[in-house]
């Protein structure tokens, strides 16, 4: 689908044209044409390779999709994939592609699969017409900025994810299946993240620094801010991969802790039964000789006996801990 | 085996011809021989051999197999290994190797342990004149492309199989030999792909780029595709590596925590059975003076006291998920 | 905020200037001039911004915050961002920012987020007029200087938790939420300042060495020093980090081995309920042939059985160390 | 203890010499010496070092032996050390090692600690007169391609106790002492291996591709095939080793769920055990008005009741794989 | 401390002088001059500055202490820094740091917190005068020499500590607390040499190969016979530390397998005594009829019943391996 077909020169627009004409102002040297599609058809792919005489395999990569970001040059061409990421209502990446073609005078935008669009991107180039005069390389940095800024908001949820988990495993939450496929989760989209970010991070060092494509040159500056923003991304990716990993050890030795204190709990209440069951057997032996059950109280005393040492017993297990109680307080007490 | 031996000129197929003449055609600079072997004999190898002068060290890695990716230059000559994998019916991974002799004039592509075959690339480049004038070049890259393209369905179904083993995890099936074995076998597989990649991907830089044997730089960009490909499928490779990784240790923390939903259940009913055997040993006791022994309804009343502190155990423990319901029910939630 | 506005020459300095003087200044090469400001408004920004002619993109880098350590040129100008680190009350890094322009004649330093001053090393710089003399470039020396000596006391912070950590592993505290958690927290911080320190140490490779900006050049042992107290930095952190990772296995062996005690204990003291609930089954059977029940001592003898026996297996348990003695006095025996 | 001193001249034996003339046909450019020792005596290695003019760092490292594999130049002399590898009757690998010391017109091996012979490497270099013709070079591509061959066994060998190891890891067997102390085992051969060929895998890249030592240069396309030998070698090691660290976490896995099974196999007997005893216990009580008590039938179907219900709990118990029936039936059908 | 200064000329001691004379000698171009500090004050040290024209930095990294191993150059001067490692009475490791200035015709060098001293170097370049005379660079080469060659006795001490960790953790005495501190020690340690050997390591690159100072540029074959000695060390390290961190992996198998173990002789201890008290909780029952309650062998017969079930379960779990004996026979077996 046909977004936006225009032409610009000396940084403001000119006139939206028909796609038929645009190989026409591609010949003027002096003005550019910026061109936006959406989820095209395969003719209007096959248009566009005519009209901007652009390379069979770079199409085919934007036909099949599922391409990694990259920077690549065909002839004079440059050809830019990148990922567009979107968290959807359940929290899920959703992944779509911008395939980006920049001639030394036009630039041709082809999203697909991805609901984001580039309306205030035009705007803000509108906007800078001082940066605009640029041409076709100042878009690309443009599109490039904004494809790369909506991946701070991910990470920032990918963080609080984090945040969340380790909340959990310290809360004593964490030994459930639930918080550990939580960690899984996170650690899946952490990749996703990761695919669409490192592959561009390698490839944008292609557009700043030493030999650079002629269209990018005069904007050196900006193209490595860029390439500092995904130096950000990165870190902080390693960072919660880094952190997510320890965490799940972490995890395993509260699972062990946890399980730990189970057959503590066990063999605390094993003993509270334990102890009134023997007295009880003592008590029915048949012998004949036990003065004891002759006693007229001997019975509530036996039964006394019973109750005291199960209230002695509790109270030992529970200050060394046994019974759950004083390792909670503990935790309570350093988690404020 | 020959399975074809023809002459192309001006990237059309002029005629079959017979092994012996073979040397006579490549003598001539304008048309160039493309010869096909299928597990050869040592003799077919030798006759090769000498009608295309090749290294004696070449020949030897084609007859003992079983070698490494590579592309390597014996003079004009481009001697390229690659691996040719599928999926057998039971899953498992077969590899077979193709070696291709590549010069100005001829290419031979001597396959060995595999059913796969290249008819198709045969007749792609003969349906692509335009694209088979470049001449044995193009022919290697059609190779290497078909045999790449092949890697694409083995990727796919080892994401699958992680993706099975996932579902198992979190399923709480993951708790079996079988799971583990599963596991184990999936990291072997990829292992497997791997091996058969990597170095491919690192051997391949040569053919496009910087310095690049003559019978390649027309095609760059081709190239270079390929690269694209084989970067994309290491990519797929790392990310089921790390994911795989991850999820042993996750399944490691689930076994964990399965052992302590097992203990939980034995102290669980240990103590339903502990409570009726400590009242009934308390009733047991042979003292003289018990007066609920007396009573008409002491029995069923000691009876009823039984049932009841069990029903009560049994709801406290089903709240509490030791008897394996409430976090069994969490799950269910969260998978929904 | 202001900090400061002073003119220098020949290493000394001449005066205090209003902002509005400072790009008079600027031309004349025999003098710099060194502006510090704090917190800045953004309309400070932007009049430093006019006065020093600096880049949009660097002012904006200041005004958002949030930037990795880096140094980049601006055409003659020097960019350079440093994290201040410092501990808090509860022990915490916090995170502040300073961002130092160099030009070959001034020095701009924009402090964010941080309580920690410059003054001393504006001292130090009016206190050594011999390098001052090298003008701007030494003054960065120095700013940058301050910041990286900050970072040793954490670094030392850190360690002092690691050794801490360790203490309670092998004293057998470990076991514990709290401690794992301290593990995980140390991990983070340990993050935190790596992600500080890192980036600054790739950058400050730019500095000297090969190609370095020229207002660094006559000071490249200077630069040199600070790379090297990187290095010692860095080399601190790796080995917190490996220590640390090497901890949270051990710990996990310790949990391990402390769950084991548990079921040797809980072991132990069942069969220490078992013997006496055994025997006294056998003599509260109803056979009429029991000729023990009908000895005078026959219920003291009993007794005596169960105690004597419980006595043995409780001696047999504590030398085989199931009763948590002789194990702890291993323990004991090594840590002294 | 001298192995062999001749003279070589157009790829063809001319002479046995006595070692003091070794330094006269030195001088001849048209022929060369190719010395063997074996486990030399201090005294020959001093006459060597005097005969061929060898520097003292080079000679001090054959006879302290223990080197790391390595290719050093000393002037115009080459100077490689290899490691012999040997399994031994026990499967444990023998290190042996031999220096050699390549000139323009002479080759002197001398081998340590090492049955290993090189008859054969003079044998095969005596058949191919038009290889030896290239002189010293050859030799050592000779002597190193024996010794490299020479790992290809071993490796097969470490393969052959993986596959060993991952069945017994499946069958259940793994759980033993003896199976983790096989797994470390050959984590520690793996290493040996390991640090035999990484280093020569690294040296090697100097006798081949850019500036090589004269005596290499006319034969590059050899010393690459050594090249990729190594290159094989190094795969299948890191293959290996990847596997082994997979199998000692998965085999942690095995362990848990054995210690899993366990458990369950002791809750299920107690269960077993706990039902009659309970019942007994009810049986065992003193009411007077137990109306069961005095059926002619009581006793009989009081024991029939006990027997009843721990048939049921068996069965219950066995489908449910506490008795470690139907989990080894699953992975039974798995490993067919 | 003044340990020694000396003036060398022609490989040959001249002469000792008084510190003050040292800048007269250094001016002499075919004389150098070797002075020996130990443990310095500030004092002696600006002395040495003076005489020598040292940088202030260098002098500064000497006084503070705590460097990195390094070898940096300050014009003319080269600036070595080295770590002296002993083990103590205890097997702990102390860190002493020596630094070396090396000019064209001096040595200083500086000893810090070590007992080691150098007087076998000074013995040794006495005794090579044919080496000696290539001047300050050979004695600073015999000095790291000397450095270097006392770091194997303490790689040899950390293989045996691994020796004996593996023995204990292979024959079962690995369960303890103060096993894994051990581990955890060593790892320790082999950090700490790690730490002093691999910044060394990488530094010492720059006195051999490429571009190398002007005092070393005669001895290259000697720096990298050091940078040798280096990547053994440094390979030895890295297998210590890859078998360490397999060890503790395995150490955590055999922690579960006697964790599983102990569950297993409580499971097969409470069966042995559950049977008879089940028996006998039956024969307690209170129904009128139960015929063996009258027979006269009655008594006798449940106890033989009782016994007999126990040995037969007692031979049954022996067999199995429950009560700890068959398990351990195998490891024996393995062992021998």
Known sequence: ????????QYGKKV????????????????????????DPEPEELDEMREEFGLHELAIEDVQKGH???????????????????????????????????????????????????????RERCEREPHLLEHGAGF??????????????????????ELENIEAKIFSGDSTTRASIEEIYMLKRKLMIVQHSVNPLHEAITRLHGGR??????????YYRDLDDHLGRITHSIEGIRDMLNTAI??????????????????????????????IAG????????????????????????????????????KRAGWLGGSDQMITVKIKD
Chains 1, 2, 3, 4, 5 share one sequence.
């Open 1 to 8: 689908m046909l977004i936006n077909c225009a032409v610009y």
């Open 15 to 38: 006139a939206d044209i028909p796609k038929p004409e645009i190989s026409d102002y591609i010949e003027q040297s002096d003005a550019f044409v910026w061109v936006a599609l959406r």
């Open 67 to 121: 391409q990694m970001p990259k920077v690549e040059e065909y002839g004079q061409t440059l050809f830019v994939v990148l990922h567009l990421l979107e968290l959807d209502a359940e929290g899920k990446i959703q992944i779509g592609e911008v395939g980006i073609f920049v001639g030394s005078n036009y630039v041709l935008s082809i999203r697909n699969r991805s609901r984001t669009n580039f309306l205030n991107v």
């Open 139 to 160: 878009v690309l940095y443009a599109l490039m900025d904004a494809v790369i800024d909506r991946y701070f908001p991910i990470i920032r949820a990918l963080e609080a």
């Open 212 to 221: 650079v494509p002629h269209v990018c040159s005069p904007l050196q500056e």
């Open 249 to 278: 050890q972490v995890n395993l030795s509260m699972i062990s802790l946890s399980e730990s204190a189970v057959t503590k709990k066990l063999a605390a209440w094993a003993a509270l039964f334990a102890v009134p069951t023997m």
């Open 282 to 317: 003592v008590y029915g032996m048949n012998f004949e000789h036990m003065p004891e059950l002759k006693w007229a109280f001997g019975y509530p005393a036996a039964l006394t006996l019973m109750v005291v040492l199960d209230i002695g017993l509790w109270f030992y297990f």
